[in-house]
């Protein structure tokens, strides 16, 4: 059983890493996202909610534990409330986000008049202890100033103490109160006022982050508006069935996907695919929910409900991305287990050996609470998840859904890619070149049986045979019991009888059976994507080894398609477990192999390939086989999927190294009794707000 739930008011990564560390424990299988708050728990439990509130209670207090459809449910109402009338474009989560970010607004703004004003204290105590003079009046100001900066820190300190925990709150309590009574009051007060204003700014930047994170996700409209009797009413879009005819205004995206039934316009479909460029739809033409509509007001019947919509899948993909954590973040909550009572040991032996050696207990206390603050592993905790889940994000905007850290790992280090020839190197404008009836069956009657069978299905081949009875006049008939068979076709019930559309065993073209017995041959004639060529190319650029094309049909038409194409290998006439072993044995070879298709058949080499990569949305079984979706349907967004991936990894090596190279220097100058304490508040605070803006600056910038 799936569990969702939403942790509101959850601020600090350090608290959210032990949160998911005892909630494994409790539960096992557990996932959580720091990026977005979303938390999974599978469980054979019914009713667990009250016991994650007191887990979570346990290690942070203020962060309530929301089920996500509960959550959800609120945003609809007050969406509902407050913006009936004004708003037809949005999602749900958004909304909800923006009434917390409109209350954190008001808290932030207390807390900044509380910083001014402590500040404006601090620098008063800090002239007066320059020159020298009113001591007890400096005193008086520094406590007055560390109060007012940092109360709520010292409440939240000595929580944590009760809790047996150690975190940063903590340490910064130890370090203030043990500052002023060594008599270092103005220094003390500094640290209060540093670490309150590089804690605001933290905070802003996670809050932006996840605002730019959101962002992805913020493409599925709430409403719709149906038409019923000439007119349009508002509804929910999760309450729309298919076949319904929705009213599409200009400047609104598109709810629901469907068929154009009345008019015409240009639409933006950046959002789904990373193509800026807009493109022209009338009657006729699919449009996926997400899509924006730019000109003019469009009517189209529903194909799919509003769970199956393309904008939907999308927005499932993202949130789940999160989830998966690469191996480096895995790594870094095991790192920051260990490695934060390894540095409260540290700090107890600089303060107490030195000391039974020399006397001066003071100095030494001094040296260990500069230690203490500096070693705070909130820069790294914070900083890695946040890497991750913005390279996710830049590469959703070039039409690239990765579903998770650990496959942004894969893509980066990935030596051979693999590619499915129909429908990934050819394009979905495939074409039926002959048709070969058997007596007494004619060509139409095997095109219209072979496009019923087809109906329901988003391979290539059946967009061919919907086109060619559309293009002859063919009428199609309705069939029942649809379904897709791994590895050998489709099929479907006319009356008694089934109908399958299926590959021939080593023989060219396309099988049409009635019940078992061939009726008829259709023989189809493929293109290249036009952007094939240019997109294997940049892949070798990249230093790839080797780039492989897979395909079941024969080694003639795998061969003509292959020329000019910068392929190192073609292997053809494969069953769906010949291409798994090729793929295994490229990554014998190579040492990993992504795969890229399209089709229901692909789903076992897409499980087994190091990354997984689905063609556009069509296929369900790819989609759920495959670890990276490329909605943009275009094969230029890979290259640039790994170039994101691997600027993604270099990002998180980068503010690995520099948090740790920084608090190594001030830990060292701590010891040689250089480092004051503030520039230790730095080490925390200011590293961690340098290492979120190298994060978020993933999704912000172009990367190259």
């Known amino acids: 059983m799936k569990h969702e739930f939403i942790l509101e008011g959850l601020h600090c990564a350090n608290c959210a890493a032990k949160i998911e560390a005892k909630l494994e424990k409790r539960y096992g299988d557990v996932r959580f996202s720091f990026a977005t708050l979303d938390l999974e728990i599978h469980t054979d439990e019914a009713d667990i909610r009250d016991e994650v509130q007191q887990i979570v209670d346990s290690v942070e207090d203020g962060v309530t534990v929301v ?138 930047a996670v809050e932006k982050s996840r605002r730019d994170i959101r962002k992805l996700a913020d493409i599925r409209p709430d409403v719709a508006y149906i038409v019923e009797n000439g007119k349009s009413r508002e509804t929910r879009a999760e309450d729309v069935t298919i076949g319904t005819i929705l009213k599409i205004p200009p400047h609104t995206r598109v709810p629901l996907d469907g068929i154009i039934t009345e008019g015409s316009t240009t639409i933006d479909a950046s959002s789904l695919t990373g193509e800026s460029e807009p493109v022209d739809a009338t009657v006729g033409t699919e449009l996926l929910s997400g899509m924006m509509n730019n000109d003019n007001t469009v009517y189209l019947r529903t194909t799919k409900a509003y769970a199956d919509s393309a904008a939907t899948r999308i927005v499932k993909l993202v949130e789940e991305s999160s989830k998966n954590k690469g191996n480096r973040e895995k790594l870094i909550s095991r790192f920051a287990a260990v490695y934060t009572p390894v540095m409260i040991g540290l700090a107890l032996v600089i303060a107490i050996i030195p000391s039974l050696i020399t006397g001066n207990w003071a100095e030494w206390i001094h040296k260990a609470l500069v230690c203490l603050v500096a070693s705070c592993p909130c820069s790294i905790v914070i900083s890695v998840p946040l890497s991750y889940y913005a ?64 109906a329901h299905s988003a391979h290539p081949v059946a967009h061919a045979l919907r086109t060619y009875c559309e293009a002859h006049n063919i009428s199609v008939e309705e069939l029942n019991g649809h379904r897709e068979i791994s590895a050998h076709g489709v099929s479907a019930l006319r009356g008694e009888d089934t109908i399958t559309v299926c590959k021939r065993d080593a023989k060219p073209g396309i099988a049409v059976q009635l019940n078992d017995k061939e009726i008829g041959v259709i023989t189809i004639s493929e293109h290249i994507r036009s952007e094939a060529p240019d997109a294997l190319k940049e892949l070798k650029a990249l230093g ?57 058949n692909d789903a076992p080499v897409l499980s087994r390939a190091t990354c997984g990569i689905a063609m556009g949305l069509g296929s369900d079984a790819a989609i759920e086989s495959a670890d990276m979706v490329l909605s943009s349907e275009n094969l230029r967004s890979l290259p640039r999927a790994v170039q994101i991936a691997r600027k993604t990894l270099s990002t998180v090596k980068a503010n690995i190294t520099f948090s740790l190279i920084v608090k190594a220097v001030i830990i060292i100058l701590a010891i040689m009794n250089i480092a004051p304490l503030w520039l230790a508040v730095f080490s925390d605070t200011g590293v961690c707000l340098i290492c979120i803006l190298n994060a978020v600056r993933l999704i912000r910038r172009k990367i190259k």
Request: a negative charge; proline letters at 2%.
């Open 67 to 204: 089920p996500k459809e509960e959550y959800i449910h609120q945003a609809h109402d007050e969406h509902d409330h407050h913006h009936a009338h004004e708003c037809h474009d949005g999602c749900c989560d958004h909304e909800h986000h923006e009434h917390d970010h409109e209350h954190g607004q008001e808290g932030g703004k207390v807390k900044l008049i509380q910083l001014c004003i402590a500040a404006v204290l601090f620098i008063a105590a800090f002239i007066l202890h320059m020159i020298g003079k009113h001591e007890l009046i400096c005193n008086i100001l520094s406590i007055l100033s560390a109060v007012l900066a940092g109360y709520d820190v010292v409440i939240e300190g000595v929580k944590s103490v009760f809790k047996r925990r150690i975190d940063e709150t903590t340490l910064m309590t130890v370090a203030v109160i043990a500052a002023m009574v060594l008599g270092e009051f103005v220094e003390g007060a500094a640290v209060m006022v540093l670490f309150g204003i590089g804690e605001l700014l933290e905070d802003k």
């Open 391 to 454: 390279g996710i994000g830049a590469a959703s905007k070039e039409g690239v859904l990765i579903k998770g850290g650990k496959y942004v790992e894969a893509i980066a280090n990935a030596k051979a890619f693999a590619f499915d020839k129909t429908g990934t190197i050819t394009d979905n404008q495939i074409s039926v070149k002959e048709i070969y009836p058997t007596e007494p069956y004619t060509a139409t009657e095997i095109a219209a049986l072979a496009a019923a069978a087809e």
């Open 544 to 600: 790839i080894q080797k780039t492989v094309m897979l395909s079941g049909d024969k080694e003639e038409a795998c061969q003509n398609i292959a020329q000019g194409l910068a392929l190192d290998e073609v292997h053809s006439a494969l069953l769906p477990e010949d291409k798994v072993k090729t793929v295994e044995k490229l990554i014998d070879e190579c040492g990993s192999c992504a795969f890229v298709g399209d089709g229901i």
